[in-house]
Every structure is written in structure tokens, then in C-alpha cells.
């Protein structure tokens, strides 16, 4: 409910139409009411024909209108909520993508899945049926008001039983709002755990994993059963209830209205336009009471969105150079990740010139991968700073430093659209040629003149419908893609053929000969060749080495690391 009022608050012009017209809707609504009356009343006890025509022909005209003002409001909550609950599903998408890593990861899958499944729920709050019913709800009093007019005591009956209504949807929401909370947790259990089924199938078999999967998806979606079960009978429970409100309204309605009829006080016209009048106060109340399950989901799921909406982004704003060398600088640079006891490094000192090239090596969990995500933007140091073209990396624009980086991660992730779309992820206005070449490079020419589809190919989950090799070819067009003076290579070679880690040194020497910037982390040893700098982290901290000239060109220096934790 509380969207539905930000929303008529944010445009007042539009909430100022939509009053009056739902104004003139519920006036001519009384037509009804007042024509039974009057026929009974008038016709009836005169038969004068003309009089029947007339008031048949004022009420068909009243009905018209009434129906052009339904039409109107109905295009008037259309124009109010369509563009918000646009804006409002492009708003909540761009915090999942632009969310700082470090902070979405604390967030589940399925919890994430859930929060934006949770926009359906906020538009069906918004729906124009839902939104009527709302606008409707003060002009019961209307109709409450005519029936004062006619007789006080059958107005009081009116409102002793909206009254009674109100009270029972209260009571039953108190219990729908747990429920609809533990059935949001369960359903994001249980999208989570349909995740990994959906993307992670071969591991599952290979290793027996179904009867795990298995076991917690018997869990979460027997709760969501019976959960969903559970609101539908307390629904039901509901409707029923207010049915018999309704049948208990109109039983009390014509009692007392027949009373006063023998009475003398009320005619039998009064008496049925009276029970008429009831009914249509009691209608908005009624829908809304029955709307009462959309109405908290959509509370909690607008409070879990709202909640999301306010996670920290990346930036987007910055300094951009004129034009970047390939300069990188580690000063003092230390990381710890939230929750850990110690630094995973410290004091790391590197200065890498244009065309120079750093090999990092170490074990597993030494902060290889680290490096890179620091390098990228990704992560943020505890202490020190990344220097790039002579400025702190945190003062600069993360989208354009990402144009100027060519980045080859671990497990090159790929995303849903074609082949080329994938390639050129981060410059979607490649040329053909310089395409072309990234794909030689890269040897995926093979490979692509043995698919039908060829850059059309559609890539889909992530592409593990790819052999592990493809997809590190992919990933290696789409970091040469960026064409950066920066190079940034994870394990480039892993999971590689000859053939493909032949490509990948012909790449590197390439890059050597363009003279880009590189910083790659591997184990294999023929990277040696091409590195000015060895950042080894397997020994904490690492001991000054002098410079020494191996039979290469290249001069390799130990780049000393600490770790005072």
C-alpha cells in the first residue's frame, strides 16, 4: 500500500485526474439505485410509461458515462505505473550488475533471484483493477452518506458491517505476513538449489551430488507447498467470511428496512435501492480485503527491493586519462577479505613500465586471482594503492579503465547471446577486421568453420555446453577485444591443448613486441621467458633478490611481499 501512495505522490496531476474521475464513477453508480427506487416508487404505483422512459433512458446515458470515466482511470493508472514499474525493474537490474562484488557475494543466488521475481509482485499492486480498488475505497462512504439520507438506521448497518470486514482482513493478515516472509525465504532456498541442478549437471552425476540436491529440494519445496497451500485456505477461509458478512448485511439491510416499511417510515423502493446502495459500499471493501495476500507480498517483496537498492555500487564516476601507457604501480598494497583474521598480503611494491611484464606465481589461496581482481577494479585494497598512468586506480572511472584492460580471467564465464556478442562484450563496435584478427589470434578459426552457426552460435548457461578449451579461446578474443595497453592474464594456459597454449605464447609475444603492459599469473614456467618481474607468493615475506640477466632479453627481478599477520 505504501508504493501505491509514493506513487500517487510523485505526480499529483495524474493522482488529481484519477480522484475525480473515480469522483464521477461512484456518482454515477448511484444511477442504479436511484432508478430502482423511482420505479418502484413512481412507475409502478402510476404506470405512466413515459416516466419508465425516462428513467430507464437516464440511467442507460448515466451508465455510458460511467463506463467512458472507468475507461479514462484505467488509462490514467496505466500512464502512472507503467513507466515507474519500468524504471523500477531497470533501476533494481542495474544494481545486481553494478553492485560491488565483495558485497554481492554475501547475497545468494536464489535470495537475488527472489528479489527481482519480487517486481511481479509489486506490479500486481499497480495493476489498474488494484489501484481502482484503492481509489475506491473512500467513496464507499458515498454511497454510506445516500443511505444515511434514506434511513440513519440502515446506514449503521452498512458501516457496522464494513466495519466487521476490516476487522476480519486484519486478523488475517497478521498471519499472511509470516507466512508470505518464510515463503520467500523457502522459494529462494529452492531457486538456489535449482541453480545448481540447472548449471552444474555433469558435476552432480560424476559425484552422486542428486540425492543432496535431491533431499533439499524435497525440503524447500514441500515448505513452499505448504506455504502457498496454507495462504489459499486462509484465503478461502477469508472469502468465505466475507460472503457471509455480505449475506449478513443484506439480511439486515431488508429486516430493518421492512420494519420501517410496516412502520411507515421507509417506502419498499427506499427499502431495495437501500440494499442496492449497501452492496456497492461494501464492494471496494470487499476486493480490497480479498487483495490482501498481493498486497503484503508485494509490502515485503518492495522492502526486500528497497533493501537491495541501497547496496554499495561501483563507480562510475572518475578521473579518465587523455590517453593511458600501460604504467602500473603496487605502493604499500595490502588485502584482507571481509571476515579473515590476517592479510592475505602486504607491502607489495611494484613498478611495471609500459611493455614490461610481471609474472606472479604461488600457490593455491596465495592471492594470485586477487592480484588480478585488484588490478581490474573488482576489489579495492585494505591498504596501499594501485597507480595507473600516475593515478591512484580509485580515483578513476572503472568503466573506462575496463575499456583500456584487456582481461583474461581463471574461468573465462561467458553470458547469454551469440558467439560474437560474447567476443565483443567490451567493445561492442569492433571492426570486422581487427574481429577477424582476435579470432586467429586466438585459433578459434577451426572451430568456428566447423559450426553451422558460426559468430551466430548462441552461447547459453554460461557456455558449459563448450569444452573448457573453447571457452578459454573465447575468453582470450574477448580480452584482445579491449585491444588495452594493459594485458591481465589468469592461468592463460590451463586447460589448454599444444596447440592452444602455442596460440596463447604467440599472443603473449605479440603483445611483448607491441609493447603492452602485462601482468600474467601462471604455473607454467615457460612465461619466464617474457617476465621482467617474478612476484612469488609462495613465502611470506619473499626476500630482496638482485636483479639478475637471464638468457633472455629479459631482465628478471623477485618482487619482495610481506605478510605482518
Not at 87 to 110: C, I, K, N, Q, W
Not at 359 to 365: F, K, R
Not at 412 to 439: F, H, Q, R, Y
Not at 466 to 487: C, V
Amino acid at each position: 500500500m505504501n508504493e501505491l501512495f509514493q506513487r500517487f505522490s510523485k505526480d499529483p496531476r495524474i493522482t488529481f485526474q484519477l480522484v475525480v474521475a473515480t469522483f464521477f464513477i461512484n456518482l454515477l453508480a448511484l444511477a442504479t439505485s436511484l432508478f430502482v427506487i423511482q420505479v418502484l416508487n413512481r412507475y409502478i404505483s402510476h404506470g405512466v410509461n413515459a416516466t419508465l422512459t425516462t428513467l430507464a433512458t437516464g440511467t442507460l446515458i448515466a451508465i455510458g458515462f460511467e463506463m467512458a470515466f472507468r475507461s479514462i482511470r484505467r488509462q490514467l493508472i496505466e500512464i502512472q505505473n507503467a513507466e515507474q514499474n519500468t524504471l523500477l525493474s531497470e533501476r533494481a537490474f542495474d544494481v545486481l550488475l553494478r553492485t560491488r562484488m565483495p558485497v554481492l557475494d554475501r547475497v545468494s543466488v536464489g535470495k537475488r533471484t527472489e528479489i527481482l521475481r519480487g517486481l511481479d509482485s509489486l506490479r500486481a499492486i499497480t495493476m489498474p483493477q488494484t489501484v481502482a480498488a484503492v481509489l475506491d475505497l473512500p467513496f464507499a462512504f458515498l454511497f454510506v452518506l445516500v443511505l444515511w439520507w434514506l434511513s440513519p438506521y440502515l446506514a449503521l448497518v452498512s458501516v457496522i458491517v464494513i466495519a466487521l470486514s476490516v476487522v476480519l482482513a486484519w486478523q488475517v493478515q497478521l498471519g499472511a505476513r509470516k507466512d508470505v516472509s518464510q515463503l520467500q525465504e523457502a522459494a529462494s532456498a529452492r531457486a538456489g538449489l535449482l541453480n545448481s541442478a540447472a548449471t552444474a549437471g555433469e558435476t552432480i552425476r560424476e559425484f552422486n551430488g542428486s540425492g543432496f540436491l535431491s533431499t533439499g529440494w524435497r525440503k524447500t519445496d514441500t515448505a513452499v507447498s505448504l506455504l502457498r497451500v496454507r495462504m489459499a485456505n486462509a484465503r478461502d477461509f477469508l472469502q468465505a467470511k466475507i460472503g457471509f458478512v455480505t449475506s449478513l448485511q443484506t439480511i439486515g439491510i431488508i429486516s430493518v428496512g421492512a420494519l420501517q416499511v410496516v412502520n411507515g417510515d421507509l417506502s419498499v423502493g427506499a427499502m431495495i435501492g437501500a440494499n442496492i446502495l449497501a452492496g456497492r459500499a461494501l464492494m471496494p471493501v470487499s476486493r480490497l480485503v480479498q487483495m490482501g495476500d498481493a498486497f503484503t507480498s508485494g509490502q515485503q517483496s518492495g522492502d526486500r527491493l528497497r533493501e537491495f537498492l541501497t547496496l554499495p555500487l561501483e563507480r562510475i564516476e572518475g578521473t579518465a586519462l587523455r590517453e593511458y601507457d600501460g604504467a602500473a604501480q603496487f605502493k604499500d598494497l595490502a588485502f584482507m577479505y571481509p571476515g579473515a583474521s590476517v592479510l592475505l598480503f602486504e607491502s607489495l611494491e611494484l613498478r611495471l613500465k609500459p611493455g614490461q611484464t610481471a609474472l606472479v606465481v604461488g600457490p593455491n589461496g596465495s592471492g594470485k586471482t586477487t592480484l588480478a581482481r585488484l588490478l581490474t577494479g573488482i576489489l579495492e585494497p585494505s591498504r596501499g594503492q594501485i597507480m595507473v598512468g600516475g593515478l591512484d586506480l580509485q580515483q578513476i572511472a572503472l568503466p573506462w579503465w575496463r575499456q583500456q584492460v584487456s582481461y583474461l580471467p581463471q574461468e573465462p564465464l561467458l553470458v547469454t547471446g551469440t558467439l560474437k556478442d560474447n567476443i565483443s562484450l567490451a567493445n561492442p563496435n569492433i571492426d570486422n577486421a581487427w574481429l577477424n584478427e582476435i579470432i586467429r589470434m586466438a585459433g578459434l578459426r577451426p572451430f568456428l568453420e566447423n559450426s553451422k552457426e558460426g559468430l551466430e552460435m548462441i552461447i547459453h548457461e554460461g557456455g558449459r555446453h563448450l569444452a573448457l578449451g573453447i571457452r578459454r579461446r573465447i575468453g582470450l578474443a574477448r580480452a584482445l577485444a579491449t585491444n588495452g595497453k594493459l594485458f591481465i592474464a589468469d592461468e592463460p594456459t590451463e586447460g589448454l591443448d599444444l596447440e592452444g597454449r602455442q596460440a596463447v605464447y604467440q599472443v603473449f609475444q605479440a603483445l611483448k613486441a607491441q609493447k603492452k603492459t602485462i601482468f600474467v599469473i601462471s604455473h607454467d614456467e615457460s612465461f619466464r621467458s617474457i617476465a621482467d618481474y617474478r612476484i612469488d607468493l609462495s613465502v611470506k615475506p619473499v626476500p630482496n633478490v638482485q636483479a639478475r640477466r637471464p638468457a633472455e632479453s629479459a631482465v628478471t627481478h623477485s618482487v619482495s611481499v610481506g605478510n605482518k599477520g
